[in-house]
């Protein structure tokens, strides 16, 4: 009890010193803060699911991202600070956010006794998918149409990070390129860390059928070993416009659409598997989404294209 | 046998904490980035390795044992590494004469 009430008061403390923060760098890491601290509370709520999805997206690729962001817009962001429209826009905000705990809240105290839940009927249904874990039941199964327009909007994002290329280095590469120092202490960590790294992100992306883990999470921490080689300089980001890399980022939502279409000519519907085969088609599906996702996520965080394709 | 490790684990778990709270005092007290980088380092290094110790003890299996080295190890290359990083961020002409 003590440690959740501690819990509690440091997850607010941190989220109004991330709101409080005067530069957004130091607001980028009270958000990763933040996220590793709400992680821990999904723990406490024994929703292991969710605690790795917010360690490794919540926290650790959107604070990435974040955080290549508000190094770029370091050189225009003191003039920005001090403005008096700064301040209203900040009331509003505070003000917007404030309604929406409340309304959260009130919904949350006034639930009926007890909560209606779903969770007996996923449970019940569970042998039908083939799975163990119900969070993947849910996600694959029995609500797999979210999961795959989740597929279509990580592609749409990066869609979007692709289109703030400049016109000369359309189809180029991303990055600086290859600059690794071969004596380099990052180099030799690197080195050793990402055999490691893919063998956890692949056993992750694995054992999501069983116990917690998944597509995403494993997905994220592919696309982390690719960043972490890229920033050591030891590998180079492909041609954005090379035929191999856009098959990869597609293959994921395309298999997942075929296999839902499919469902029509199997089972009735879309995305509906027939029992006998349903933990294949499940897998079939898996395999090409992390790929995909984890191909989109390395590429969100390389950013758009800064070289022109013959360099 | 059983409270014997219970008492080893609790010793060894507590040492840890210890030095996580050495190190965070270091880290708000230390004058200058390259010492609050040294008590960070005592941190990593045995308040993670004590308390993985301890938890050791009242591991069951193989599997679970290895996970919590594979942790401990993994901690240890990622402090040395960025710490070495941001040292030479710090100084960028080498150690001093």
Redesign the interface.
């Known amino acids: 009890m003590a440690l959740d009430v501690g819990l509690v008061l440091f997850v607010l403390g941190v989220a109004v010193w991330t709101v409080a923060a005067r530069d957004a760098f130091s607001a980028v890491i009270g958000f990763v803060v933040y996220g590793l601290l709400l992680a821990l509370v999904w723990m406490r709520l024994a929703a292991p699911d969710v605690a790795l999805t917010e360690a490794a997206i919540g926290s650790g690729l959107t604070g990435g991202l974040l955080l290549g962001t508000s190094t770029r817009l370091r050189g225009t962001e003191t003039p920005a600070t001090g403005k008096k429209s700064v301040t209203g826009l900040r009331l509003a905000a505070a003000l917007l956010c404030s309604l929406a705990s409340i309304g959260l809240a009130m919904i949350v105290l006034l639930l009926p006794e007890p909560a209606p839940t779903l969770a007996p009927q996923a449970a019940a249904n569970m042998a039908a998918t083939g799975l163990g874990n119900p969070v993947t039941a849910v996600l694959m199964a029995y609500r797999a149409i979210d999961t795959l327009l989740e597929t279509v909007v990580l592609l749409l994002a990066l869609l979007g990070v692709w289109s703030l290329t400049p016109d000369r280095f359309w189809g180029g590469l991303p990055g600086r390129g290859r600059n690794a120092d071969p004596e380099g202490v990052l180099t030799f960590a690197v080195q050793l860390l990402v055999p490691v790294g893919i063998l956890i992100g692949v056993h992750i992306f694995w054992v999501g059928s069983v116990a917690p883990g998944g597509e995403f999470q494993g997905a994220t921490i592919l696309a982390a070993m690719w960043i972490l080689a890229a920033m050591a300089g030891l590998v180079d980001a492909p041609r954005v416009s090379r035929r191999g890399l856009r098959l990869m980022l597609v293959a994921g939502p395309a298999v997942f659409f075929a296999i839902g279409l499919a469902g029509f000519a199997m089972a009735g519907a879309f995305l509906a598997y027939p029992e006998a085969r349903a933990k294949l088609l499940i897998l079939t599906i898996e395999v090409p989404v992390t790929l995909s996702i984890a191909v989109t996520l390395a590429l969100l965080v390389a950013g758009p294209p800064e070289r022109t394709p013959q360099q | 046998m059983s409270l014997a490790l219970d008492t080893l684990t609790i010793l060894a778990v507590c040492a840890g904490a210890f030095f996580f709270l050495a190190g965070t005092v270091g880290l708000l007290r230390f004058p200058d980035a390259l010492s609050r980088l040294h008590g960070l380092t005592k941190a990593d290094n045995l308040g993670v390795g004590l308390v993985v110790f301890g938890l050791l003890l009242q591991t069951t299996g193989p599997i679970a044992a290895t996970k919590l080295v594979?942790v401990w190890l993994?901690t240890l290359?990622?402090g040395?590494?960025v710490t070495?990083?941001i040292a030479?961020v710090l100084r960028p002409d080498g150690p001093p004469e």
């Open positions: 594979s993994l290359l990622a040395a590494t070495q990083l030479r």
